[in-house]
């Protein structure tokens, strides 16, 4: 006779990553407020790349990519909470 075990589920964490052309400074650990259409998203900077090198900040014209903690849009503004 065979046993069957359950069969183990793989869940796929995929990090959601925001493009964004800074039109002022930003640094890790800034808090930032993501709002669109659908988007509604307050979370603290925990990564940034600029042309696929991490770094700490970048200021206005840099573009950046910012690991966010959710999907997010095209239209998306995002803004540097106080």
Known sequence: MLRSSP???????????AA??????????DKIHIRGHTTDLVQNVASMEVEHAKVDRA????????EVD?????????????
Request: proline residues 5%; hydrophobic residues 45%; glycine residues 4%.
């Open 7 to 17: 069969h183990a589920h793989q869940t796929r964490l995929h990090r959601a990553v």
């Open 70 to 82: 959710d999907h997010v849009r095209d239209r998306d503004l995002i803004f540097h909470e106080a």
């Open 20 to 29: 964004v052309r800074l039109s002022a400074p930003l640094a890790l650990a």
């Open 59 to 66: 200021g206005p014209g840099d573009d950046v990519a910012l």
